[in-house]
């Protein structure tokens, strides 16, 4: 019998298998989110582009305002106001003012901003006209009272201070986080090279696999393998593309997988089949096309594992070819340690992004494993009023079984929060097993 391999070199073989990622495309920076960086991203301006107020107030001179008090308030003259989005259309000469909006740009001869907190406002005979207060609003005063001074500079954010033109606003490598395209755009990117999203064909197989719109008849069961695989593909960042569901025949099996190789799959992901059953036909229809490399692994679930590649003349990269088991729960954990690690590193992502964040656990349910082979437990973590995970006194997670642990059962998988890898070795696994948790999307 073909000796079972660690989940650790398994995937070290299927990742050895992509020789670089996908190759870059320029996309809108506005559609870039969770994509991969091919290319420097450097800023064509400067940021900002423009000393500008970073207060509702009054621009002013700093000098003239030296002496400022609250016993002892220096006037000036409003002489005008400049909006955000509008260029200033009067200069600030010596014992004036110009009011100004929060990123407005600041008008010549000002060298500081006054907050309107600071201020009151003033009549032609220099009596107050309303409170001092917060509200920057309302019509333009003639004058104002200062009652503090200002230093040079004061409320001012200086051109370029936080970023200036032909600065290197993302390196490649970096995911297209939130922040990175608001960093982006700020600096007037309008595109940016990014990898492509890999194209991952999706095949279901076995004769008793019924889509949404078919009868289930007295034997049929609904695939849930496929939606559910085009959901893991999506959320990896891949493309998914279904090629439907296979009989367990090789004829269809090989054409459907042939259909995924002329689409142009860079990934091709193929469910039930690959055991050692009369109708497990996904191995041969890979070998019809490719090699396959890997055949078991020393896990649970999902022992039963298919890896290999199928060459092309036009000088592409080889399509991955997986074939996961076809209990919904190890589908779901091989592609979970195997497939989604390889998009992502199609994608782009570096070795410390591949696979999903870790912690400590510690599982405080008994429950039983196959010894010699790592379990990977669905799992929800005790959390306290605010929602927070439970951590005892070591920092360990503590965590429960979500419910039936068997490869069939979806209703656990559903509600799990992280898998917990127990070692190979253990075969009872007694409560207060510390295990190592991988967080899984909600």
Not at 235 to 241: E, F, K, S, V
Not at 243 to 261: E, F, H, M, T, Y
Not at 406 to 433: I, K, W
Request: glycine share 12%; with cysteine; charged share 20%.
């Amino acid at each position: 019998m073909t000796e079972l391999r660690s989940v650790e070199a398994a995937r070290e073989a299927v990742l050895a298998a992509i020789p670089w990622p996908t190759e870059p495309e320029s996309i809108r920076t506005s559609d870039a989110l969770g994509r991969v960086t091919a290319e420097p991203v450097t800023s064509p301006i400067s940021l900002p582009p423009w000393d500008n107020s970073a207060m509702d107030g009054y621009a002013i001179r700093s000098a003239d305002v030296a002496g400022a008090s609250e016993a002892a308030p220096v006037p000036l003259r409003v002489t005008g106001e400049v909006r955000a989005g509008q260029a200033p259309e009067s200069g600030v000469e010596r014992g004036g003012a110009v009011r100004i909006a929060t990123g407005a740009p600041i008008p010549p001869g000002a060298d500081a901003v006054v907050p309107v907190e600071e201020t009151t406002p003033v009549g032609p005979d220099g009596s107050p006209t309303g409170p001092r207060s917060r509200d920057a609003g309302g019509p333009l005063p003639v004058g104002c009272l200062v009652h503090r001074a200002i230093e040079v500079g004061g409320s001012i954010r200086r051109a370029g201070s936080d970023l200036l033109e032909g600065a290197t606003l993302l390196t490649p490598g970096m995911e297209m986080r939130p922040a990175a395209v608001a960093l982006a755009a700020a600096a007037g990117v309008a595109h940016v090279r990014v990898h492509r999203r890999p194209i991952v064909g999706i095949l279901a197989t076995g004769d008793e696999l019924r889509t949404f719109d078919q009868p289930l008849g007295p034997a049929g069961i609904p695939d849930a393998n496929g939606p559910g695989l085009v959901a893991l593909v999506q959320a990896a960042g891949g493309d998914p593309r279904v090629l439907g569901i296979a009989a367990d025949r090789l004829d269809d099996a090989k054409a459907r997988v042939c259909a995924g190789l002329v689409e142009g799959a860079d990934v091709l992901v193929a469910s039930g089949g690959v055991s050692v059953g009369p109708y497990d036909v996904v191995r041969a229809a890979f070998e019809a096309y490719g090699t396959v490399d890997l055949w078991r692994v020393a896990l649970q679930p999902g022992k039963p594992f298919t890896f290999g590649t199928a060459p092309h003349d036009d000088g592409r990269p080889p399509t991955l070819l997986f074939g996961l088991p076809g209990n919904p729960v190890s589908t779901f954990v091989t592609f979970e340690l195997f497939v989604r690690p390889a998009i992502r590193r199609l994608l782009g992502h570096g070795p410390a992004d591949l696979l999903r964040p870790t912690d400590a656990g510690v599982l405080l349910d008994r429950t039983t494993k196959s010894q010699g082979r790592r379990t990977y437990l669905r799992v929800v973590a005790e959390r306290d009023g605010g929602g927070r995970p439970v951590r005892d006194s070591e920092g360990r997670v503590r965590v429960h079984l979500a419910g039936g642990q068997g490869s069939h059962v979806l209703s656990a998988l559903a509600v799990a929060e992280a898998l917990a890898a127990v070692g190979e070795p253990l075969g009872d696994v007694p409560a207060g097993t510390p295990v190592e948790l991988s967080w899984l999307d909600r």
